[in-house]
């Protein structure tokens, strides 16, 4: 697997020939139970839970579409830019149990998920290679779900996701322009008008954006100004329990519209090492708010709509165009 940039975009893409394609996995036994016979590489593992073995762990993805070691080896080819798939891809074991998903476990449990994803993210970052880590979950056969154990994934990049990226500049530019931070203006205004609040708990807020790209489509932010999820979840871990809460609620309503969605956390990307792309982000803190993202996926509603934040392409142009090359044409 290797990245390209698209020159039109700057979108960068994760594009390979993928061998096992011809050959879906099909296993009798989950690798993320607690007495899984093939269990998956651990990474990180908490406890805190009482009658299970572990609360919640980190393990290697068992086909990584990144891998940690290397350089990125960033280089051109003619106008394009290309860099080898240095990173980290992470399966979040959220649960112990198989049957536990974030919308019926106790909040304890998902409050020490959401702190292993922060350790994780917080980790990742020291790494002056990666600019960006992703915490994402795709759940239903619609939004892609790969495993039946409740999980979520992980990515470090080597660069910055498309929409965050979109929403990095967005953020920096209404900044510049008042001084204030876009996400608490619009919580502010939606405290206030109150027509697409979902529900307060605590310190957090679950809304229904003003422009939504799916129906239903529902944001969960902290009602204090903070740029990075993990920086408030370690900082302040008791909060963790409230953003659990409303997180397992507002799930649970989701579920009354359709089981399946994608979840994505939106934290500020790697500025603890002062790369030079990220340099101009001087008002980071202060422009950029994190958030969790909710796109439910509906049948024959949302066709439009496809979600992707880094594009995963399992076959090459060049294999793509060789097999449409050999196409017989009446
Ligand atoms: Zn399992
Ligand atoms: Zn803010
Ligand atoms: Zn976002």
């Known amino acids: 697997m290797e990245l390209r940039k698209d020159p039109i975009t700057r979108s960068w893409v994760i594009t390979g020939d993928d061998v096992s394609d011809t050959t879906p996995r099909s296993e009798s036994f989950c690798r993320f139970c607690p007495d899984s016979p ?16 572990w609360a919640t762990r980190s393990v290697v993805h068992p086909s990584a579409l990144y891998h940690i070691e290397g350089d990125p080896a960033r280089r051109g080819d003619g106008i394009y830019d290309r860099m080898r798939g240095v990173g980290a891809h992470e399966v979040l074991v959220e649960n112990p149990r198989h049957e536990r998903h974030l919308w019926n476990a106790t909040d304890a449990e998902i409050e020490q998920f959401l702190l292993l994803a922060a350790q994780r993210i917080q980790d990742l970052k020291r790494d002056g290679r990666f600019k960006y880590v992703s915490v994402f979950k795709d759940y239903g056969t619609s939004a892609g779900q790969e495993f039946a154990h409740p999980t979520s994934q992980l990515m470090a990049t080597t660069f910055v996701p498309r929409r965050v990226l979109y929403e990095l500049r967005a953020s920096r530019e209404y900044f510049e322009q008042k001084e204030r931070c876009v996400f608490c203006d619009i919580l502010s205004q939606e405290i206030k008008q109150n027509q697409r609040l979902i529900e307060v708990h605590g310190d957090f807020v679950a809304l229904g954006p003003y422009a939504p790209r ?13 740029a990075a999820f993990e920086r408030m979840a370690l900082a302040r871990p008791g909060m963790m329990r409230d953003l659990g809460a409303l997180l397992r609620r507002t799930l649970q309503r989701i579920r009354t519209v359709t089981e399946d969605f994608h979840l994505v956390v ?19 803190d202060e422009d950029y708010h994190w958030h969790i993202e909710i796109l439910p996926v509906i049948a024959g509603k949302s066709k439009s709509y496809t979600f992707k934040e880094v594009y995963y392409s399992p076959i090459t142009s060049e294999t793509a165009v060789k097999r449409l090359r050999e196409v017989r044409i009446e």
Request: net charge negative; hydrophobic share 30%.
């Open 38 to 53: 093939q269990p998956a590489q651990l990474i990180t593992s908490v406890s805190g839970i009482p009658g299970v073995p």
């Open 214 to 226: 799916v129906p239903y489509e529902s944001w969960i932010l902290p009602r204090s100004h903070e």
């Open 266 to 284: 939106h934290t500020s990307p790697n500025s603890l090492h002062g790369s030079e792309s990220l340099g101009y982000w001087k008002t980071l």
